[in-house]
């Protein structure tokens, strides 16, 4: 994942350095039991303050993520792992903190492939990059299609006996560093 977000931000000079929208505060679920254990895994490696902090922070970002959805709004409550903008399990981040941010491209069960923009920042770049030939694209695009499966066979070999048996994961990482290790 990291190869092929790479492959994309690189040749562009996309960075989030000191970006204004950060994507950190965005309101996404996860839904892998792998990514799951492999986070709190890197959580527990952290030093006992900072997890102090963390356990905190997501406390807090369940709560007002709970009361925005009761008002009807979209949650916007930072990741409990960012701390002073930066991602502080940034080694053990899940897919998606790796992939946001690049254009994609997701294969359908049908075969046909959609695409999907970055994010406002990525797509300026773009825009200034020539339209790739028989495309109306401009700039890199990643196809994110063979880095699902590859994780949908991670979570299958980590999941073992245990795969169709457990209740489908939907939750955000404040949510998963509350309820602590999946099983
Ligand atoms: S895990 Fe890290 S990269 Fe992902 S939302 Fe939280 S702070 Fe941002």
Redesign the pocket.
Known sequence: MDAAYDSSATPLGFTCANCEQ???I?HFQHHTYVEWAY?LHGLEQAAPELVARITENAHENVEAMQAALARGERPRVM????VDG?????KH??M??RL?GVAHVLQRPDGRFVHYPGCPRFDALAAREPMAPGSNVRGPVIDRTPLYRELAAIEQTFLGAKAGKLPKVDCT?AEMIVQGKPF
């Open positions: 950060n994507c950190c965005s986070f990741c409990p792992v960012n930066l991602c502080t399990i940034y981040r899940l998606i903190c946001h990482l």
